[in-house]
């Protein structure tokens, strides 16, 4: 089942922050983030695996908070770069054992303007 | 990181042909997955490709539209059969790479540059 991100779409002016959660129905062994700029692949972000941890670099990070099966990705102080289409992938959890694929959400449009 | 090359990059086809997509990956892969992209929209897992043995198709695809080849640790091929427009769309492969930063090492899948599928 797909997760569902939100917001759907997201304006800033740079330096501006912004939050996109994604949330599943599903027990989740992991989440993953990944930004796709027009035209090109989408490009890994980070993971995030079960037990509550929050990772980053620069000034993007994220959380995940297994209990609710709730995911947020945290942008500060945006630059123009940070423009594109940003999806949550998820892993399901059986046991324990991951399916080792991803089921990703609908994507959360991001638009920095200088 | 590894690198994943895709090719065609792009074709327009004829409906009722079929078109053959490879991804070859500079080192050895256990998986590798398949997906379709439609215009605007989400990435769609098709199947899962594991060396020496069946791919797995996911809900709503089957291996006589999506056959797919996986001969070694380090390529394979996706082919769209017997085509027709709702098939227009962009096809990628991915695999699962071990991703190293400053701070963590961890795994991300990684994505093939895409084929966009135009059927006429």
């Known amino acids: 089942q797909q997760p569902v991100q939100s917001p759907q779409a997201v304006i800033l002016r740079e330096g501006e922050d912004a939050v996109i959660n994604c949330s599943s129905s599903?027990?989740?062994?992991?989440v993953h983030w990944y930004r796709q700029k027009h035209g090109e692949a989408p490009v890994f972000l980070m993971i995030?695996?079960?037990?509550?941890e929050q990772k980053g670099h620069e000034k993007i990070s994220a959380s995940f908070n297994e209990k609710k099966q709730q995911s947020s990705l945290y942008l500060t102080a945006s630059q123009l770069s940070y423009s594109g289409t940003y999806f949550c992938?998820?892993?399901?959890?059986?046991?324990?054992?991951?399916?080792?694929?991803?089921?990703f959400g609908q994507g959360t449009i991001l638009t920095v303007h200088p | 990181s590894a690198v994943i090359s895709q090719k065609p990059s792009r074709d327009i086809c004829q409906r009722g042909t079929s078109l053959t997509i490879q991804c070859q990956v500079d080192?050895?892969?256990?998986?590798m997955f398949w997906y379709r992209q439609q215009p605007g929209q989400s990435l769609t897992l098709i199947a899962t490709?594991?060396?020496?043995?069946?791919?797995?198709?996911e809900s709503g695809f089957v291996i006589d539209k999506f056959p797919i080849s996986r001969p070694n640790l380090t390529f394979s091929t996706l082919t769209v059969s017997n085509m027709s427009p709702e098939d227009s769309s962009i096809y990628l492969c991915?695999?699962?790479?071990?991703?190293?930063?400053?701070?963590?090492?961890?795994?991300?899948?990684?994505f093939g540059s895409g084929t966009r599928l135009t059927v006429v």
């Open positions: 991915s695999v699962a790479l071990a991703v190293r930063t400053p701070d963590y090492s961890s795994y991300g899948y990684t």
């Open positions: 599903k027990a989740l062994y992991s």
């Open positions: 995030l695996l079960k037990g509550g």
């Open positions: 992938g998820t892993e399901r959890s059986s046991g324990g054992t991951s399916y080792g694929k991803l089921t």
């Open positions: 080192s050895q892969v256990t998986m």
């Open positions: 490709a594991n060396q020496g043995s069946e791919a797995t198709y």
